[in-house]
């Protein structure tokens, strides 16, 4: 069985600051995926980035970065630069053979 | 394109009623999923489809039941709701392979009283 926990259930940054949303997964399947969803208030799920578990690299969107640490199994969300836009619940993921398993979410708040 | 849609986007029933919410993609994904989201819960896996004609369970199928008897269509049906089913549920669909990424529709929400 896969497990997903972010253990920080809410956050909040300073308009164009950094912060780090955390996650740390547990998995058997040696080929994975870790994915970060955000849902705004708007209620709909936008993906905003993957991570494929054999790939040592860490995956970039524009202001978005993971820090992977297969290892560790962590998978933290670094959202630089930050715009009243990203408040919203993150969502990390994980999946393999099995269907996506998503952890409770942590709720962003923006403070202009 | 539309993406992923949703109907009804709100509902509300009374206990024991029973109902349908339709789930369509027009992005000839092979697979589609139903989900549930809880306050503090994060979403929760109801049912999932592989294909056309084929239906699988999730981590909390119970009182639900799902068909895919059109690859563009994913049906949930509740036969006697509860309470417990108060919720927003959310369809998603994606291409072939669990890896991949899913299109999430906007959701439903439903008020059981």
């Known amino acids: 069985a896969q497990t997903v926990t972010q253990s920080q259930p809410e956050m909040s940054v300073q308009e164009a600051e950094t912060v780090t949303l955390s996650c740390t997964y547990d998995?058997?399947?040696?080929?994975?995926?870790l994915f970060w969803y955000k849902q705004p208030p708007s209620r709909q799920m936008i993906l905003v980035i993957r991570?494929?578990?054999?790939?040592?690299q860490n995956a970039t969107e524009n202001r978005f970065s993971v820090n992977f640490q297969k290892a560790a199994k962590s998978f933290s969300l670094k959202i630089s630069d930050s715009q009243l836009g990203d408040a919203a619940m993150y969502f990390c993921?994980?999946?393999?053979?099995?269907?996506?398993?998503f952890g409770k979410g942590t709720r962003l708040s923006v403070i202009a | 394109n539309a993406g992923v849609t949703q109907t009804p986007k709100f509902r509300v029933l009374k206990t024991g009623q029973s109902m349908t919410l339709l789930c369509a993609q027009d992005?000839?994904?092979?697979?589609m999923y139903w989900y549930r989201q809880d306050p503090g819960m994060g979403l929760r896996l109801i049912h999932y489809?592989?294909?056309?004609?084929?239906?699988a369970k999730g981590e909390v199928p119970d009182g639900y039941n799902v068909s895919r008897l059109k690859k563009q269509n994913f049906l949930l049906g509740l036969e006697s709701a509860a309470p417990s089913q108060t919720s927003v549920y959310f369809c998603?669909?994606?291409?072939?392979?669990?890896?991949?990424?899913?299109?999430f529709g906007p959701g439903t929400r439903l008020t059981v009283l």
């Open positions: 998603a669909s994606s291409y072939w392979g669990l890896a991949r990424e899913q299109f």
């Open positions: 998995t058997s399947e040696s080929d994975y995926y």
């Open positions: 991570q494929e578990a054999y790939k040592q």
């Open positions: 993921a994980v999946t393999g053979n099995t269907p996506l398993v």
């Open positions: 992005m000839n994904h092979e697979y």
């Open positions: 489809s592989v294909g056309e004609g084929t239906t």
